[in-house]
């Protein structure tokens, strides 16, 4: 008997597979950066966390609300505050009132903190290096730009998606 043949399931359409693909690239860096941030103590938020106050730091700012890391890093708010309480339990970071605003806290790094951005910093290039060393330099540089074309989409996608159900 001859079955006919069946189209192709939606699940295997060349975008879904794409999707897929991206997801388990995602998923193979944690599995490449996770232990390189145990080494220090902290998990790959915290360190998203640190970096973007030592960011702000260098850029003279004397601190960031909760917020304002939540849209620097496009997570939500309950997930920076249980970040941000974990970092300053590790004494990491600090919640002080802002100068301009007493009423309002502001989150910088302790001496603590700046010690250990130093320090991964300091060997993070090398590590991210090793990630990408299965690329050429060329390869490495469009990736980076469809990269971009797709961050562009997703940032207008997610836009809309948003006014769209506000």
């Known amino acids: ?4 043949s069946l189209p192709p399931s939606p699940i295997e359409v060349p975008e879904v597979k794409l999707f897929r693909a991206l997801l ?3 998923g193979l860096v944690r599995r490449v950066m996770t232990p390189y941030f ?3 103590g902290i998990s790959g938020a915290q360190w998203a966390v640190l970096r ?11 601190g960031l609300k909760g917020s304002e890391i939540g849209d620097r890093l496009l997570i939500r708010p309950p997930s920076v505050t ?9 004494k990491l970071v600090q919640r002080l009132p802002s100068q301009a605003d007493r009423r309002m806290k502001l989150v910088s790094l302790t001496t603590q903190g ?9 060997g993070h290039a090398g590590h991210i290096q090793q990630v990408f060393a299965g690329l050429s330099a060329q390869e490495q540089m469009e990736l980076r730009t469809l990269i971009d074309k797709l961050n562009q989409h ?3 996608l997610a ?6 159900t506000s």
């Open 1 to 4: 008997m001859i079955t006919p």
């Open 24 to 26: 388990m690239q995602v």
């Open 38 to 40: 145990r080494r220090f």
């Open 52 to 62: 973007a106050l030592a960011r702000a730091h260098r850029d003279g700012l004397e």
């Open 82 to 90: 249980g970040v941000l309480d974990r970092l300053e339990r590790e």
């Open 114 to 122: 700046r010690e250990l951005v130093e320090q991964l910093e300091a």
């Open 154 to 156: 997703l940032t207008q």
């Open 159 to 164: 836009d809309q998606v948003e006014k769209s």
